[in-house]
């Protein structure tokens, strides 16, 4: 079983969707990072959290650190969102687990 | 700011050769991170240096791979011999020292083993 789970691995939607991918992780963590890997291309951070909800632009990043899971949230989505979007959880050792990643494909 | 700089960007060599790759972290990032990802997963790590320490090499395959970061700035990476398993993108991350600290990506080395 691997640290960092994301669900679902696959997902699709029709532009102008509210989109959720969800992230939950089994051990205590200091900070959570969601990233975005568009294909080809190098990794983007998007969020850092460590308590909360963040907010940029369309992007939405919350977090539960009780339940152990994080969600991202997509609002009015489009065909430039898709990529495949990582969990990242990091220990108080600096160590750095990844998600497998969810790929979102979003069409017109 | 000038990003995490990798080279090269692509590799192809055949089976049972050896490849190196380079990566130069954002000034004053005292961590830093080697990652494989194979196509349709996520990244694993391979290694992770605190300056010029290793703090984690738990996954690292130490019969083939190596790595070093001798001044604790830039980082090599070194396969050698490498098996077809090895085709990858080859990542380079790095954050300040503190655990919530931002990351930093390189644009990765895409390694072919033919």
């Known amino acids: 079983k691997n640290e960092v789970e994301q669900s679902p691995q696959n997902l699709t939607a029709q532009e102008g969707e509210f989109i959720t991918i969800n992230c939950s992780y089994s051990v205590g963590i200091s900070a959570l990072h969601w990233l975005q890997q568009h294909p080809g291309g190098g990794i983007v951070s998007l969020f850092m959290?460590?308590?909360g909800k963040k907010k940029h632009g369309r992007l939405i990043a919350t977090i539960n650190i009780q339940e152990k899971h994080s969600s991202l949230h997509i609002t009015a989505s489009h065909p430039r969102d898709s990529a495949v979007y990582i969990c990242?959880?990091?220990?108080?050792?600096?160590?750095?687990?990844f998600g497998t990643g969810t790929r979102l494909q979003v069409f017109p | 700011e000038a990003g995490v700089a990798q080279s090269p960007r692509y590799k192809i060599i055949e089976k049972r050769q050896s490849v190196a790759f380079w990566c130069n972290p954002i000034s004053g990032h005292a961590t830093l991170y080697w990652y494989q990802q194979i196509l349709g997963q996520g990244p694993k790590l391979l290694i992770q240096?605190?300056?010029?320490?290793?703090?984690?090499d738990s996954q690292l395959p130490k019969d083939r791979f190596s790595a070093e970061r001798l001044k604790g700035v830039d980082s090599t990476l070194k396969i050698q011999p490498a098996k077809l398993e090895d085709s990858a993108v080859y990542l380079c991350a790095s954050s300040l020292i503190r655990v919530k600290s931002p990351l930093h990506f390189g644009n990765g080395t895409r390694l072919t083993v033919t």
């Open positions: 240096f605190q300056n010029n320490g290793v703090v984690d």
């Open positions: 959290l460590s308590s």
């Open positions: 990242a959880v990091r220990y108080n050792t600096d160590k750095l687990i």
